[in-house]
């Protein structure tokens, strides 16, 4: 069952167009990626989906509801999670400062969420009561996943989620992302990875000048040879 569609999206800022026509389909419990060279239009399609970008044409529509142009507080309390690429936590908040800012449209601060997140990633749990800012580029990343897991989304959406992590730290990530989905969260991600997000996904797409190049398995995709010659490295 489709609980997120975008169709024929044309979206950018201001009067620049950065979009032009984009489809994307994500079934209910999905896990989908969007790939393609810097410039593509990845992060617009997330910021357009969440209330950031501008939308001139197309339509978003979640749960069967056209969201099309709502505000980011009003996408916030469709239970739409968002965790940006940068700038993605309070840095002068502690943690557990900073989960409970994350559920600012809920009516209190939901305590079971914050046990499963503090379960879920058991390195913030332990600096609970430190600044943000004293965190590891791994440890932020988690706690930013954290603050969006805090409204119990529908769906989350990661903007590069890998971006910046030591290439240790990066199938961790992965990982993690993996678990959310195997619990029930639908994941929609773009991401810099590309072979890896394509590996770890049911569907992938591929984004190149604000348009659909390439769209399948994540599977079939990696064993695309234009895929592969065109933006895999091969």
Same mark, same amino acid.
């Given at each position: @069952? ?5 169709? /024929? ?27 393609? #060279?810097?410039?593509?239009? $990845?992060?617009?399609? @997330? $910021?357009?989906?969440?209330?950031? +970008? ?10 069967? &509801? ?5 505000? *980011?507080? !009003?996408v916030a309390h469709e239970q739409i999670g968002y965790v940006p690429q940068s700038n993605n936590v309070f840095s002068t908040l502690s943690v557990e400062e900073n989960l ?9 601060? *939901? &305590? ?15 600096? =609970? ?23 119990? *989304? ?6 590069? #989620?890998?971006?910046?992590?030591? *290439?240790?730290?990066?199938? &961790?990530?992965? /990982? =993690? ?17 590309? $072979?890896? +997000?394509?590996?770890?996904?049911? =569907?992938?797409?591929?984004? +190149?000048?604000?348009?659909? =190049?390439? !769209? ?13 010659? !065109?933006?895999?490295?091969?």
């Amino acid at each position: @069952m489709s609980l997120l569609e975008v169709v /024929d999206l044309d979206a950018g800022y201001g009067d620049l167009h950065v979009l032009d026509g984009i489809d994307i389909h994500v079934d209910d419990g999905g896990y989908v990626t969007v790939v393609g #060279p810097n410039g593509a239009g $990845k992060s617009t399609v @997330m $910021k357009s989906i969440v209330g950031i +970008a501008t939308c001139f044409g197309g339509s978003i529509e979640y749960q069967g &509801e056209d969201i099309t142009g709502l505000s *980011p507080e !009003e996408v916030a309390h469709e239970q739409i999670g968002y965790v940006p690429q940068s700038n993605n936590v309070f840095s002068t908040l502690s943690v557990e400062e900073n989960l409970r800012l994350g559920a600012y449209v809920c009516e209190g601060v *939901p &305590e079971t969420r914050k046990r499963d997140v503090y379960e879920r990633f058991p390195a913030l749990a332990d600096r =609970r009561d430190e600044d943000a800012g004293s965190l590891s580029g791994g440890q932020q990343q988690m706690l930013a996943m954290g603050c969006a897991l805090m409204l119990d *989304p529908d769906v989350l959406l990661l903007d590069e #989620p890998s971006a910046g992590l030591a *290439p240790d730290l990066v199938d &961790e990530m992965f /990982d =993690r992302i993996d678990e959310i989905n195997e619990t029930g969260t639908t994941v929609l991600m773009v991401e810099q990875n590309a $072979k890896e +997000a394509l590996r770890r996904c049911d =569907r992938g797409y591929v984004l +190149a000048n604000g348009q659909n =190049r390439y !769209e399948d398995d994540g599977d079939a995709l990696l064993d695309d040879e234009e895929v592969r010659r !065109e933006f895999l490295g091969g």
